[in-house]
């Protein structure tokens, strides 16, 4: 732990302050004498171990020996100065071989009790500062020229009072008290300290800890090279720790560690960090001097407990991210090995593992498998998932092929099964660069019943089949873009995305935007999975300039026709009511007349509706303009139904609102 030179340095700088004016003080005794004069005696300098005073002096009054007052120009002490200190001593006991003071005051910008005493004779110094009531900082020194023993005890010590022995950078010691003794003789040392609501913080927030309760214990001897070999004990039975972006409260913890310390640096035989409901971590490694990212060990851990890690360990890291809510369950065993600084190796195992994003998004089940990962060399991994879910879609059983080398993840020709069909996935590859993750990948969808996937999802109800290609979907490191046009096969016509990209991916406020073309769509199919009527024919979409924010619409221009070609071209009553009622009050159907009595469907020629979304309010528009209105449905055949519109403007949300009141209520139709 110390070399000699060490030990001397903790030695004296616990009260280095009254060490350096008991040893002035010291120097004085052969000079007082009963001379009625005012004797002062001034040293340039008092050096020890830790500390430096420069510009001693201390003066008695010649008639009143009994009064002894030390000033110090500058006294600097593990690396902090004071200027101007003064300790004062009404009442100094002079003997032959020893002084002592009862009621001193040390002024070091703030005023302390102080009692010491010094025997030349016994060779032993003992300094108790009183701060507060009930708090005590005493230091005890016998020493010799053959054996040296020393000890500090601390009842009720405030911790704040030791925040000058920190770097600057750390943060400040606000709060918590200190019991316990450290004793050391030369060639060992001991103690034992227990810490009771102990407080830091940081003036960025970033760094904080309170209510923290420990108890420390170290006992350390010196070996025959001149180093130390120790011993060292922390429980941590409960407290707040938050240290960006890491956040641990403890339950019951215990780090236990063995080492030797020399010239070199700390060699850490056996290390174990107990964490209760998650398991144990055992380290070995080296570390230089004052280099912790130069440390080099192994850290071994078995029967991890996945719940408990990622709630308090692995969840803080993605706060403010769609992993927030993450949790885990299962066991893991993790293997690491470190060299200067860095990771060089990881072995994880993983049995009968689970992963929940907590928001309903995906889920894996039964996760198991070996992941041995080598920074400079290539190495093969396999996950097998047992099953799964995504948005509430089943998801069959998975294996996984990976190769990994360096910060490079690649996979190739997996499938992941989703209800009667599944994703084919290809050449998939990942890379961490400048700090962020990146991946890229392509492939198909497989044909998936929308039946099926429709039920799955919980909407209402359409037929046929779901399938398409995946052109080289990217992920830069927060938006993802598919480089190519996205096909889908649906409603027995297709749908192609272009200028897909998603901002913010895995964010909570994810952002689309694309342009979708949509060709050749059956009416019937369509109508019929929402209450809305039956329409028979073939429709074209175009959806421009579409922006999704948290998957919510806020921006498009689309437009629905009619496609060409002959096909039967026939619209239904309840499909005329529910037109006319998207148009709102000013909506009219318009039918020969005398047939309405008679037919519960209609022929008509075209079908046509526009709407841009723009700031909360869809422009809407139809086939052509008529009047003061546009045509939406352009009757055709025997017997013919026209449907006119004569809202331009309508609110989004009164519009949503009105479809999802058509697909529930049977509405009346407006004729003229």
Same mark, same amino acid.
């Given at each position: 732990?110390?070399?000699?030179?060490?030990?001397?340095?903790?030695?004296?700088?616990?009260?280095g302050?009254?060490?350096?004016?008991?040893?002035?003080?010291?120097?004085?005794?052969?000079?007082?004498?009963?001379?009625?004069?005012?004797?002062?005696?001034?040293?340039?300098?008092?050096?020890?171990?830790?500390?430096?005073?420069?510009?001693?002096?201390? @003066? *008695?009054? &010649?008639?009143?020996?009994?009064?002894?007052?030390? +000033?110090?120009?500058? $006294?600097? #002490? =593990? !690396?902090?100065?004071?200027?101007?200190?003064?300790?004062?001593?009404?009442?100094?006991?002079?003997?032959?071989?020893?002084?002592?003071?009862?009621?001193?005051?040390?002024?070091?910008?703030?005023?302390?009790?102080?009692?010491?005493?010094?025997?030349?004779?016994?060779?032993?110094?003992?300094?108790?500062?009183?701060?507060?009531?009930?708090?005590?900082?005493?230091?005890?020194?016998?020493?010799?020229?053959?054996a040296?023993?020393?000890?500090?005890?601390v009842?009720?010590?405030?911790?704040?009072?030791?925040?000058?022995?920190l770097?600057?950078?750390?943060?400040?010691?606000t709060?918590? @008290? *200190?019991? &316990?003794?450290?004793?050391?003789?030369?060639?060992? +040392?001991?103690?034992? $300290?227990? #810490? =009771? !609501?102990?407080?830091?913080?940081?003036?960025?927030?970033?760094?904080?800890?309170?209510?923290?309760?420990?108890?420390?214990?170290?006992?350390?001897?010196?070996?025959?090279a001149?180093?130390?070999?120790?011993?060292?004990?922390?429980?941590?039975?409960?407290?707040?720790?938050?240290?960006?972006?890491?956040?641990?409260?403890?339950?019951n913890?215990?780090?236990?560690?063995?080492?030797?310390?020399?010239?070199?640096?700390?060699?850490?035989?056996?290390?174990?960090?107990?964490l209760?409901?998650?398991?144990?971590?055992?380290?070995?490694?080296?570390?230089?001097?004052?280099?912790?990212?130069?440390?080099?060990?192994?850290?071994?851990?078995?029967?991890?407990?996945?719940?408990?890690?990622?709630?308090? #360990?692995?969840?803080?890291?993605f706060a403010?991210?769609?992993?927030?809510?993450?949790?885990?369950?299962?066991?893991?065993?993790?293997?690491?090995?470190?060299?200067?600084?860095?990771?060089?190796?990881?072995?994880?195992?993983?049995?009968n593992?689970?992963?929940?994003?907590?928001?309903?998004?995906?889920?894996?089940?039964?996760?198991?498998?070996?992941?041995?990962?080598?920074?400079?060399?290539?190495?093969?991994?396999?996950?097998?998932?047992?099953?799964?879910?995504?948005?509430?879609?089943?998801?069959?059983?998975?294996k996984?092929?990976?190769?990994?080398?360096?910060?490079?993840?690649?996979?190739?020709?997996?499938?992941?099964?989703?209800?009667?069909?599944?994703?084919?996935?290809?050449?998939?590859?990942?890379?961490?660069?400048?700090?962020?993750?990146?991946?890229?990948?392509?492939?198909?969808?497989?044909?998936?019943?929308?039946?099926?996937?429709t039920?799955?999802?919980?909407?209402?109800?359409?037929?046929?089949?779901?399938?398409?290609?995946?052109?080289?979907?990217?992920?830069?490191?927060?938006?993802?873009?598919?480089?190519?046009?996205?096909?889908?096969?649906?409603?027995?016509?297709?749908?192609?995305?272009?200028?897909?990209?998603l901002?913010?991916?895995?964010?909570?406020?994810?952002?689309?935007?694309?342009d979708?073309?949509?060709?050749?769509?059956?009416?019937?199919?369509?109508?019929?999975?929402?209450?809305?009527?039956?329409?028979?024919?073939?429709?074209?979409?175009?959806?421009?300039?579409?922006?999704?924010?948290?998957?919510?619409?806020?921006?498009?221009?689309?437009?629905?026709?009619s496609?060409?070609?002959?096909y039967r071209?026939?619209?239904?009553?309840?499909a005329?009511?529910?037109?006319?009622?998207?148009?709102?009050?000013?909506?009219?159907?318009?039918?020969?007349?005398?047939?309405?009595?008679?037919?519960?469907?209609?022929?008509?020629?075209?079908?046509?509706?526009?709407?841009?979304?723009?700031?909360?309010?869809?422009?809407?528009?139809?086939?052509?303009?008529?009047?003061?209105?546009?045509?939406?449905?352009?009757?055709?055949?025997?017997?013919?139904?026209?449907?006119?519109?004569?809202?331009?403007?309508?609110?989004?949300?009164?519009?949503?609102?009105?479809?999802?009141?058509?697909?529930?209520?049977?509405?009346?139709?407006?004729?003229?």
């Amino acid at each position: 732990m110390f070399s000699r030179r060490d030990a001397n340095t903790w030695r004296r700088r616990s009260l280095g302050l009254i060490g350096a004016a008991v040893l002035a003080g010291g120097c004085l005794l052969a000079v007082a004498a009963d001379s009625g004069r005012q004797i002062v005696l001034s040293l340039a300098d008092v050096s020890g171990p830790g500390y430096h005073a420069a510009g001693v002096t201390l @003066t *008695l009054d &010649g008639g009143n020996l009994d009064a002894a007052q030390v +000033a110090i120009d500058s $006294i600097g #002490v =593990a !690396g902090h100065v004071w200027h101007n200190v003064r300790l004062d001593c009404p009442h100094l006991l002079l003997e032959k071989t020893a002084v002592k003071c009862n009621d001193g005051v040390l002024d070091a910008g703030v005023k302390l009790p102080v009692a010491f005493s010094y025997s030349s004779a016994a060779r032993h110094l003992e300094v108790t500062v009183s701060p507060a009531a009930r708090e005590r900082w005493q230091f005890v020194d016998d020493f010799s020229q053959t054996a040296t023993r020393a000890g500090l005890a601390v009842t009720n010590g405030q911790i704040k009072r030791l925040g000058f022995l920190l770097p600057p950078h750390l943060p400040a010691l606000t709060a918590g @008290t *200190l019991n &316990g003794n450290i004793s050391f003789d030369g060639s060992r +040392a001991r103690g034992k $300290i227990t #810490v =009771a !609501g102990a407080a830091f913080s940081d003036a960025s927030g970033q760094h904080a800890g309170d209510k923290i309760d420990a108890v420390l214990q170290l006992d350390a001897a010196r070996n025959r090279a001149g180093g130390w070999d120790w011993n060292a004990t922390i429980d941590w039975p409960r407290g707040e720790v938050y240290w960006q972006p890491l956040y641990v409260a403890a339950q019951n913890y215990r780090l236990t560690a063995k080492g030797d310390t020399g010239d070199k640096g700390t060699y850490v035989t056996a290390a174990t960090l107990d964490l209760s409901g998650i398991g144990r971590f055992a380290f070995t490694g080296n570390v230089a001097p004052g280099a912790l990212n130069t440390a080099s060990g192994t850290l071994h851990a078995s029967g991890i407990q996945l719940d408990a890690l990622a709630e308090r #360990v692995i969840r803080p890291f993605f706060a403010g991210t769609a992993f927030a809510k993450l949790s885990a369950a299962g066991q893991a065993d993790i293997d690491v090995a470190f060299a200067n600084g860095v990771v060089d190796s990881l072995d994880l195992d993983l049995r009968n593992a689970s992963l929940d994003d907590g928001a309903g998004k995906y889920r894996l089940n039964g996760i198991r498998g070996s992941i041995p990962w080598r920074r400079a060399a290539p190495t093969q991994a396999t996950l097998n998932i047992k099953s799964g879910s995504f948005s509430d879609v089943p998801m069959g059983q998975v294996k996984l092929p990976l190769r990994l080398d360096g910060f490079s993840v690649a996979a190739s020709n997996f499938k992941i099964p989703l209800l009667d069909g599944g994703l084919s996935l290809d050449d998939f590859a990942a890379r961490r660069a400048a700090g962020k993750w990146q991946w890229q990948f392509e492939g198909g969808v497989l044909p998936i019943s929308m039946e099926a996937l429709t039920k799955a999802l919980g909407w209402p109800q359409m037929h046929g089949t779901l399938s398409g290609v995946i052109p080289q979907v990217r992920y830069d490191g927060s938006s993802v873009t598919v480089n190519g046009v996205l096909l889908f096969n649906v409603f027995d016509g297709a749908i192609v995305a272009k200028n897909l990209r998603l901002a913010d991916a895995f964010g909570r406020v994810p952002r689309l935007s694309a342009d979708l073309t949509m060709s050749d769509l059956d009416l019937g199919l369509l109508t019929s999975t929402f209450s809305f009527g039956s329409i028979t024919g073939r429709i074209d979409a175009e959806v421009n300039d579409l922006e999704l924010i948290n998957w919510k619409p806020v921006a498009f221009d689309a437009k629905i026709s009619s496609s060409p070609g002959n096909y039967r071209r026939r619209i239904s009553q309840r499909a005329v009511q529910s037109i006319s009622a998207l148009g709102g009050a000013g909506a009219a159907a318009a039918i020969q007349r005398g047939f309405l009595g008679f037919f519960k469907e209609f022929g008509y020629s075209r079908i046509g509706l526009s709407c841009r979304l723009q700031d909360g309010v869809c422009h809407t528009g139809g086939i052509t303009a008529q009047g003061n209105g546009y045509v939406i449905v352009q009757g055709g055949g025997i017997p013919a139904i026209t449907v006119m519109g004569y809202n331009h403007d309508v609110n989004w949300n009164v519009l949503l609102a009105r479809l999802e009141r058509i697909t529930q209520e049977n509405v009346k139709p407006i004729v003229n």
